[in-house]
Nanobody, 121 residues
Framework: QVQLVESGGGLVQPGGSLRVSCAAS????????MGWYRQTPGNERELVAS???????KYADFVKGRFTISRDTAKNTMFLQMNSLKPEDTAVYYC???????????????WGQGTQVTVSS
């Protein structure tokens, strides 16, 4: 099993910056893709950014140029640096990993519990 724990959310003013982290624990052999999603009440969860095992990144149009996804492979941690935040970025941010575990002998999706990011003056 893989456990993901997000941290770093909070309240920030418009135009400000925030970095959220996702720390993984558990027994996994490899990771196919990691990503950040966000969700607001009444809406579906949407992809914000992703990074593959090879380091290729992908961003949603609404965060391009403002957010940066990165990872520290040695520490099994993923980050999302959010700059120039807007009120519409307010959401619960979830980390997602697609990882292989020998126990299940397969790749599966794992999610964190989410961290609230609120952009407001």
């Amino acid at each position: 099993q893989v456990q993901l724990v997000e941290s770093g959310g909070g309240l920030v003013q418009p135009g400000g910056s925030l970095r959220v982290s996702c720390a993984a624990s558990g027994r996994f052999s490899s990771i196919r893709i990691m990503g950040w999603y966000r969700q607001t009440p009444g809406n579906e969860r949407e992809l914000v950014a992703s990074i593959t095992s090879g380091g290729s990144t992908k961003y949603a149009d609404f965060v391009k140029g403002r957010f940066t996804i990165s990872r520290d492979t040695a520490k099994n941690t993923m980050f999302l640096q959010m700059n120039s935040l807007k009120p519409e970025d307010t959401a619960v941010y979830y980390c997602h990993w697609n990882a292989y575990t020998r126990l299940q002998a397969a790749y599966n999706d794992y999610w964190g519990q989410g961290t609230q990011v609120t952009v407001s003056s």
